[in-house]
C-alpha cells in the first residue's frame, strides 16, 4: 500500500475541495496523511478516508524554515508520494527536507527542485474540485462534488451539548474571511432570521470566528429571541457538526458555505464579489443567487476585499424575501 503525505491547502473552502481527490487516492489503494493548518485540520477528520492528520505547527505567511525542517525530520522514511496541494514555496518544503521520493504538485513558482512530478499551471480561476484532482493523475468524473461525514452519535452529542436537536433549527454563516464586498447585509440576515423564527418556531444559530461575533451580535440584537450567537463559541470542528445537523444554512461565498454543501444541507449561497462559476457550492440541495446579470453589473466578480463604489448594489438588493423564497425551494429539494 502507497503511503501518502498530503500537503492541505490553507483555505477551509480550499480544504473542501481537494475532498474529491483525497477519496480517489484512497480508493486506489494510498494510505493518507495530511498535513494541514490548525484552522483547516478539521475538514480533513471528516473525511473518512484520511487515515491521519498532522496539525501544522506554522504562523500564517511566515516561512518558519527551521521547524519545516525539524518536522520533516520527523517524517523521513514514513511516506512514498507527497501530494502538495498549495502553489508556494514553502508548501513544497517539507516533502522535500523528508525526502520524500515521490513528490507531486503544479510547477509554481521556484519549485522545479523541490518537485519530481510537476503539472503545468493553470491560467485564470479554475474549478478548484478538477484543479485539485488532475494530481491523482487523470480528471474527475463529471458532476463529481466534496462529501464530508460525522456519524449520527457525533451529531446528537454536539447538539445536545447546546440544547439543539438535528434537524430543529436553522444556522447562518454571515461573515466572510475575504472581506466585506462577499457579505450581505447584516439586516438582511436579521429580516431573514424573524422571518424564519416567527413562521417555524425554531432558532438560527450564528457561525463564524471570533473576528465575526461583533457581526453576529449586530444580527441578534435586531432579530430578538430569533437568534443565538455562536461565532468565536465553537471550535470548527464543532461548527462543522452543527451545520451538518442544521434544518437549512444561509451564508456568502464561505469556507463554511462549502462545507454546507459538502454535507448536502439545504442551503441558499449569496455571492457579491465572487464568482460562483468559480467556487459554486457544490451541492444538488444548493440554491445560488448573483445579481450580475439582472442588475448588469459591469464590475461583477471584481474580486475586491471592499467595494470601489461603496454601494455593493449586488449583494443590498439581493432582499430577504428572495433569500427566503429560494431556501424554501432548497428545503422542499
Not at 473518512?48 to 522514511?77: C, E, K, M, N, Y
Request: glycine share 8%; with cysteine; charged share 15%.
Amino acid at each position: 500500500m502507497t503511503r501518502a503525505l498530503v500537503i492541505a491547502p490553507q483555505w477551509i473552502g480550499d480544504a473542501v475541495m481537494s475532498e474529491p481527490l483525497c477519496a480517489r487516492l484512497a480508493a486506489r489503494g494510498e494510505r493518507l496523511t495530511v498535513a494541514a493548518l490548525p484552522w483547516v485540520a478539521p475538514v480533513y477528520r471528516a473525511m473518512p478516508q484520511v487515515q491521519a492528520v498532522i496539525d501544522l505547527p506554522f504562523a500564517h505567511g511566515r516561512l518558519d524554515w527551521s521547524a519545516r525542517r525539524q518536522l520533516a525530520a520527523t517524517l523521513r522514511g514514513r511516506f512514498d508520494t507527497a501530494y502538495v496541494l498549495p502553489n508556494s514555496i514553502k508548501s513544497a518544503l517539507i516533502p522535500f527536507f523528508a525526502g520524500i521520493p515521490q513528490r507531486v504538485g503544479y510547477q509554481g513558482e521556484g519549485r522545479p527542485f523541490l518537485l519530481n512530478r510537476r503539472l503545468p499551471n493553470t491560467g485564470g480561476r479554475p474549478p478548484m474540485v478538477a484543479f485539485y484532482s488532475a494530481l491523482a493523475g487523470f480528471p474527475p468524473p463529471k458532476g463529481e462534488h466534496p462529501k464530508l461525514h460525522f456519524d449520527a452519535g457525533r451529531l446528537a452529542s454536539v447538539t445536545g451539548a447546546l440544547g439543539l436537536v438535528p434537524g430543529g433549527y436553522f444556522a447562518f454563516a454571515p461573515g466572510a474571511e475575504y472581506g466585506p464586498a462577499k457579505c450581505w447585509p447584516a439586516s438582511h440576515y436579521a429580516e431573514l432570521a424573524r422571518s424564519l423564527h416567527a413562521r417555524f418556531g425554531q432558532p438560527v444559530i450564528l457561525l463564524g470566528s471570533g473576528k465575526e461575533t461583533t457581526l453576529c451580535e449586530e444580527i441578534a440584537q435586531a432579530a430578538p429571541g430569533a437568534c443565538r450567537v455562536l461565532a468565536g463559541k465553537t471550535q470548527l470542528i464543532d461548527a462543522m457538526v452543527l451545520i451538518a445537523a442544521a434544518r437549512g444554512v444561509v451564508s456568502n461565498d464561505s469556507g463554511l458555505m462549502h462545507v454546507a454543501a459538502a454535507f448536502g444541507v439545504p442551503q441558499v449561497a449569496a455571492f457579491g464579489s465572487t464568482s460562483p462559476e468559480h467556487t459554486p457550492p457544490l451541492n444538488p440541495r444548493a440554491r445560488v443567487l448573483w445579481l450580475k446579470d439582472e442588475l448588469q453589473l459591469d464590475c461583477a466578480p471584481c474580486f475586491e476585499r471592499t467595494c470601489r463604489f461603496g454601494h455593493t448594489r449586488c449583494l443590498v438588493e439581493m432582499t430577504p424575501a428572495r433569500v427566503e423564497a429560494a431556501l424554501d425551494d432548497a428545503l422542499a429539494s
